[in-house]
Each structure stands twice: as C-alpha cells, then as structure tokens.
C-alpha cells in the first residue's frame, strides 16, 4: 500500500511527536535521524523492517554437518543400516519428544503438534492443574506493617479553659501490625487467625498513656451449610467456585487422564506411522528389484535383436529393434521413479529416518531385515470386538470425558441451594504503653484474657427463581447427554472400522496368493515366449509385454504383502492392541515418597483400628484404578451410568 504524502504541517509534527513518545529505545534513535520533513522513506525502511529474535538456541545435532543427499546412486554401492521393525520402533520412542507423524505440519502450526510434555503441562498448569486445585485448600498467611504521621489542623476556636486540653492541631504517629492465617478445609470450612496491634502516639490531653498499644486477638469459623458444603461438592467445584465453574481437584485429575489419553493417541499415532514407513521402505526395495531385473531382462533382449540386425538374421528387424529399446528406456524410467521419485527407494529411507529421529542421511542407507508375514492370520471376531469397545484409547478418553460431566452434573445440582454458612468469632483485647513489658506489655494483657468478646450467627444468601443455578444445571444434563450419545457413535463406528480391517486382512491375504500365481504364471510366459523369439515363431511384442506383465505381476507380489502386514497392523489399532502387538508398555511415573505416606496415613481412617470404632464413610469411587493399555482379552466393566436414568434423577 502506498502511503500518503503528508500535507498538513500540523498532523505531521503531531505523528512525528507520537512516534517519539514511545518508550521503545530503538524508535527513538531511527526517528531522530529523521531530518527530511518531506521524505518519508526513512520511516518506511524501518516500520515495515523485519528483524531477527535474539533467542539462545543450538541446531539439533542431527541437523549438523548432514552428508549430502542419494539422488540416483546405486543403493549397493551405499553401507547398509539393517534395521528390525522392533528396532526401529525402540530408536523413535527414545528421540521423540515431539511425537511426530507421517501427515504432521510442525513446521506449518508446531503448537498443534503433540509432545512427551504436553501431560505434564496440563498438570502444572497453574490455573487448572492438579496442584492449582489442590492449592484452594492451603493455609493462606498475610502480614502487614504500615507506619503513618499525621500532621491536621482542627476547626475549633480557642476557647479558655479548653483550649489548654484540646490542641490547635492534631499531630499524631501511629503503626500498624496485622497477622492473619486462613485455611479451607475439603468441607468448605473456613478457619482464620487474625492478630492485629496498632501503636498511637499523639498530642491530645487526658490521656492514660503518652503512647499505648491496642491490640486484639481473634479466631473466626465459618462453615456452609448448604451451597458450598461438603466433600463431594468441594472435591468437584473447589472451595468458594462461581456457578457453572468447576476446578476441584477432581476435575483437575480427569483432565490429566485426558492428557494422558491424548499424549497415548500420539504414540499409537507414531508407531502406526513407523510401522507405514518400514513397510513401505520393504516395498520400495522389492519395488526397486523387480524394476530393475526388468530392465535386465528388456536389456538382454534390446542386446540380442541388435547383433541379429547387424547380422541381418532374422528378427533383427528395425522395427523390432527399436520397440526393444523403447522397452529397455522404459524399464530405465521406472527405475529411477523407484529410486529417487516421490514415492521411490531415497524418499520412503529418509521417511523413516524421520520418524526414528534420526539424521535425513549419514552415509548409510536403511535396509529392512523383517519379512512379511506369509501364512494366513485369522482373529477372533467377538473377542476383537470386545476389546476394541473396551480398550480403545477413544472410548477411554470418552469415558473420562462422560464421568466429568457426570460430577459437573453432581455439582450443579448442590448449586441449586440457598447460601446459608454459619458464622463464629472470638476475639481478646487489649491496652498498654508497652508491647513487651513484664508487668503491662499489650501481649500480657491480651493472654490475660481481661477483655473478651464472641459472636455466633447465621448468614443467609437467597437468589430469587435460581435462574442461574438451574441453567447451569440444564447445561450439564446436555453436556452429560451428549458425551454419551458420542460415545455410542464412536462405539457404532469402530465396530465399522474394526469389521472393515477383518476384511482388509482377508484380501490382502488373497491378493498375496493371487499376484503369487500371477508372478509364476508371468516367469513361466516370459521363458516360453523367449524360447519361440529365439525361433523365430512370434513377434517381438509379445515378449517384451510379457517381460513389462512379470515386472508389474512381482511388483504387485510385493505390493500386496507390505498391503498384508498393514492390513494386520490396522486390525490391531482398531482392535486397541497395537502397542502389546509392537511390544511397547507405557506407564505414569511414580509420585514422592511424602504422597504415598500421606495417602497410607488417610487411608488409616478408612479402617476400624478397634472392633467398636466408627467407620468413616468412603467418597464416591472416580476410577476403577489402573489399566494396562497394552493388556488384550481383559474385559473392563463399565461403571458409566445411563444418561437418561442419571437425568431423570
């Protein structure tokens, strides 16, 4: 866009006087420059200028000192890597803090890439985090200190004999010592103790002390008695939470198993994709061969027609010379597509490179050392059914989400009550000119207890109608509504997805027996039809579409069992199975010391220490505990209630 020449002189020192107002130290510098009043290019330069971050970073390692790319090089002429598929899992497991995928943008939008961290960052949030939640409930300490001097005039005539009693003017030094330490309890419960001592010194007459403090001290208790009170509604709301808001630490704990669920999702996401990459690396390889042993084969022939046309025999014939050679260049195309095109040999290793985490070239070149599956594979319908709708990280991640909706629900409905606490303090005072003094200091006096004063009530907190409340209430029937009736669609659509890679997995596995007899059918061709070429019998296109069919027929061979393995891998994903299928476990670490004693000493409560004592009453369960995602056959019972019977409640 073109920008304006300035034409009013006014304006123009008015911008030029903005700019320079700024507090930024490099505006100031560029603008001082500025002595052509006419020219605007100097501010052009340096507005629209582009500058670099000063951020202190240090290039991956992998990314540093990279030999230089294979392009069309003989794959035997470069070292071979052998690598496992175990192996290769196992090397992008160790290098991925970010959790990378084959279709990832983490150069396009890298904050909607996952990370191994992403479930601690949900944890250590500190709006809505676990430990923020478990943060409303600790001891809150404040203390403040203030000195003021006061120096007034008073409106108050000189009077005799008054005026030798009251002074002209009020001059006065006084302090201020205020203490206080608070606490919420899992019941709502609020304690506080509050010290406060104020020092005073003025010039008024008839005073007992030239200088005296004052001081208290107190305790205060106020418990809810309906809204607000309780374990459960504390647990899942948190202590003093505005209706329809809910950051207990329960909810907090969900969230992470949601993270954890997510952070799961990005595993499997990567080791599908590893599993992808090795087997596609398998084809390209196959791919590569059957390519080139055309080629071979188109060569010889081209080879043999040539030295019967400078003989003159026989099929040396021009034309068929050169649809030999057209063959052979062909052949030679497909070579270097399989090689180094998109979809070649260079471009599915250094795939794989990527996701293992590893340098996009070394000097080595990845060769797989596991072979396709080649025997049949059959998988228990209703067993694969069942774990599929039990063990899917999916339908674990929508059950979090359900029994969150569930506790919100819980809460919204304690909401729809009248706010009334009870309210107690007791406080003791105390006077004397010494804070400290063996026989008159202000904490003397206090402890004696000479002044003592109490108050006990109730508060009352109604909002007329509830409108509020009862409108948070009908958004968590409707959140809890919902969230079940996705799950059953997902249930519904991954008995499609699971039935669909069955099926995959019974034609892959005919496709590998039919391209099998093709790749037979297609050799046994090729030798027929050279024996006739080679007396003269046929003409020279039937061998070279026979040599193009056997090229395509092993090709396809190959194709259809890189297609196998996938096709099993994919029934596993949709069955929950594929990180017990790749042989990878995860788990959460392990909390201190200090929490495992805590939880031991709570529990104690929980069981009757004596025959006769009285057992404290369990909250609501919000886990069944533990779950192995790399388990298979386990059936989970599910503790989901129907929607519509927790609505109707």
Same mark, same amino acid.
Request: charged letters at 25%; proline letters at 1%; a positive charge.
């Given at each position: 866009m073109k920008l304006r020449k300035l034409q009013r002189p006014w304006l123009k020192y008015t911008l030029i006087g903005l700019m320079l107002s700024t507090g930024c130290r490099g505006p100031i510098n560029r603008f001082a420059a500025w002595r052509d009043t006419k020219d605007i290019a100097y501010y052009q330069k340096f507005a629209h200028q582009i500058e670099y971050p000063d951020v202190a970073s240090v290039n991956a390692f992998e990314t540093v000192d990279l030999a230089a790319p294979l392009t069309l090089k003989n794959p035997s002429e470069v070292p071979a890597w052998e690598l496992t598929l175990q192996e290769a899992v196992a090397s992008a497991l160790r290098s991925s803090d970010v959790l990378r995928s084959i279709g990832g943008t983490i150069v396009q939008a890298p904050t909607a890439t996952g990370t191994v961290l992403d479930p601690g960052l949900v944890e250590s949030n500190p709006l809505n985090g676990v430990e923020a939640a478990l943060s409303q409930f600790d001891a809150q300490v404040s203390t403040?200190?203030?000195?003021?001097?006061?120096?007034?005039?008073?409106?108050?005539?000189a009077t005799p004999p008054f005026d030798q009693i009251f002074a002209g003017a009020l001059a006065q030094t006084t302090g201020n010592y205020i203490n206080s330490v608070s606490k919420t309890t899992a019941q709502g419960a609020q304690f506080s103790l509050n010290s406060n001592v104020v020092y005073d010194r003025n010039n008024n007459l008839g005073l007992a002390f030239p200088s005296s403090f004052v001081g208290f001290l107190e305790a205060q208790y106020r418990q809810p008695l309906m809204q607000g009170a309780g374990t459960t509604y504390?647990?899942?709301?948190?202590?003093?939470?505005?209706?329809?808001?809910?950051?207990?630490?329960?909810?907090?704990?969900?969230?992470?198993?949601?993270?954890?669920?997510?952070?799961?999702?990005?595993?499997?996401?990567?080791?599908?994709?590893?599993?992808?990459? =090795?087997?596609?690396? =398998?084809?390209?390889?196959?791919?590569?061969?059957?390519?080139?042993?055309?080629?071979?084969?188109?060569?010889?022939?081209?080879?043999?027609?040539?030295?019967?046309?400078?003989?003159?025999?026989?099929?040396?014939?021009?034309?068929?010379?050169?649809?030999?050679?057209?063959? =052979? =260049?062909?052949?030679?195309s497909q070579v270097n597509d399989a090689l180094a095109g998109p979809r070649g040999l260079y471009q599915a290793e250094q795939q794989l490179r990527y996701l293992m985490g590893v340098a996009a070239t070394d000097g080595r070149l990845i060769k797989p050392m596991d072979l396709p599956l080649q025997a049949e594979l059959q998988f228990d319908w209703y067993e694969a059914l069942g774990d599929a709708t039990q063990?899917?990280?999916?339908?674990?991640?929508?059950k979090w989400q359900i029994k969150k909706r569930e506790l919100e629900m819980l809460a919204s409905r304690l909401n729809r009550r009248a706010r009334l606490d009870a309210v107690t303090s007791y406080r003791q005072r105390g006077l004397a000119d010494h804070l400290f003094d063996n026989n008159n200091g202000l904490l003397q006096e206090i402890a004696q207890g000479n002044y003592q004063e109490w108050q006990a009530g109730l508060e009352w907190n109604y909002n007329v109608g509830l409108r509020q409340a009862s409108a948070a209430m009908r958004?968590?029937?409707?959140?809890?509504?919902?969230?079940?009736?996705?799950?059953?669609e997902m249930e519904l659509k991954i008995s499609h997805d699971l039935s669909n890679a069955q099926r995959q997995i019974a034609r892959s596995y005919a496709q590998v027996q039919t391209n099998y007899n093709r790749v037979e059918a297609d050799r046994q061709q090729v030798e027929v039809l050279r024996n006739r070429y080679e007396r003269g019998l046929i003409n020279i296109n039937f061998l070279l579409q026979a040599q193009q069919s056997l090229a395509n027929s092993t090709s396809g061979y190959h194709r259809a069992l890189s297609d196998y393995m996938l096709a099993i891998r994919d029934f596993h994903r949709e069955k929950g199975s594929l990180l017990n299928y790749n042989q990878v476990q995860l788990a959460e670490a392990g909390y201190s010391g200090d929490a495992y004693r805590s939880a031991y000493e709570r529990g104690r409560d929980y069981t009757p220490r004596d025959p006769g004592a009285t057992v404290t009453t369990q909250p609501g369960l919000v886990t069944q505990g533990p779950f192995d995602p790399t388990s298979i056959g386990e059936v989970v019972t599910p503790m989901i209630q129907n929607a519509e019977e927790i609505v109707s409640r």
């Open positions: 403040r200190l203030f000195w003021q001097k006061n120096d007034r005039p008073v409106n108050r005539a504390n647990r899942i709301a948190g202590p003093n939470s505005v209706v329809g808001q809910y950051n207990g630490v329960l909810i907090a704990r969900i969230n992470m198993d949601v993270s954890l669920a997510d952070f799961e999702r990005s595993v499997l996401t990567l080791i599908n994709d590893i599993e992808t990459a =090795y087997w596609e690396l =398998y084809f390209a390889y196959r791919d590569l061969d059957a390519k080139v042993v055309g080629r071979e084969n188109s060569l010889k022939t081209w080879q043999r027609i040539h030295e019967l046309q400078k003989v003159g025999a026989r099929g040396g014939e021009a034309d068929a010379e050169a649809q030999a050679r057209s063959q =052979y =260049y062909l052949f030679d063990q899917r990280v999916e339908i674990r991640r929508q958004n968590a029937q409707l959140n809890l509504v919902r969230e079940n009736s996705v799950l059953k």
